[in-house]
């Protein structure tokens, strides 16, 4: 998934777009409101981890401009205060769930699973493309009763195809789900990993399951077995 990382302590938040990044996702900070309400309209993000004590915008502004300009990724809003009432406030202007400092990183990316499954459209915990059976929150891939061993961009590309199957993905939307705003050189590292992905996913198996749709990008079909 990629995740939009809203927190103004810069050890806090590189922190925690490490442990993203490590666990195969990608991941943006900004560390003002401002700078998430236009970067969350402008991207499409599966998730916001939203802290609540910012400069200027609170996190609770913030989350109010964000659901008023259309954007409804689930949010996860981060405090230091254990109070009913914020919690209460949080949830009131659009919040989804809620965390208090300091937390156990394993319980985010819990949490932050358990939020994009609950976002919209159908989000089960295995995604299922035929034979191709993939599991986000172990990190693990099968097809068939093979387990078959993935990078961690790897993972994330096919997790990409495998929630939209039988759809075509630009170049650009597969870019934008698997890598963040870091990342610079952009030129063929789709099609690299698309590579990479058949020669681990299809090849061994005697399938073509990602197929190429010139000009536009590619397609996860639903069912290559059939």
Same mark, same amino acid.
């Given at each position: ?24 996702? #990608?991941?943006?900070? #900004?560390?003002?409101?401002?700078? @998430? ?31 008023? @300009? ?39 990316? #819990? !949490?932050?699973? @358990? ?25 693990? @891939?099968?097809?068939? !009763? ?13 997790? #990409? ?57 590619? !397609? ?7």
């Amino acid at each position: 998934m990629r995740v939009l990382i809203v927190e103004d302590e810069l050890k806090m938040a590189s922190l925690l777009r490490r442990g993203l990044v490590e666990e195969g996702h #990608a991941a943006d900070v #900004a560390t003002t409101g401002e700078d @998430a309400v236009w970067m969350a309209q402008s991207h499409p993000y599966e998730a916001i981890v939203l802290d609540v004590m910012l400069p200027g915008l609170s996190g609770f502004e913030t989350c109010r401009q964000l659901r008023n @300009a259309g954007v409804w990724s689930p949010v996860l809003m981060l405090t230091a205060r254990d109070g009913v009432d914020d919690r209460v406030a949080g949830l009131d202007v659009g919040a989804d769930d809620y965390l208090t400092k300091p937390f156990s990183f394993a319980e985010l990316l #819990a !949490r932050l699973r @358990a939020l994009v499954r609950r976002g919209g459209g159908e989000r089960p915990t295995e995604l299922v493309a035929g034979s191709l059976r993939l599991d986000p929150a172990s990190r693990r @891939a099968w097809r068939g !009763r093979t387990e078959i061993s993935l990078s961690p961009k790897e993972f994330a590309l096919l997790e #990409a195809f495998m929630r939209r199957p039988g759809q075509v993905l630009s170049r650009l939307q597969l870019l934008e789900h698997a890598w963040d705003f870091a990342y610079e050189n952009r030129s063929n590292v789709v099609d690299v990993y698309v590579r990479y992905l058949r020669e681990k996913v299809d090849r061994p198996f005697d399938t073509e399951s990602i197929e190429t749709v010139r000009g536009v990008g590619y !397609r996860l079909r639903e069912d290559p077995e059939a």
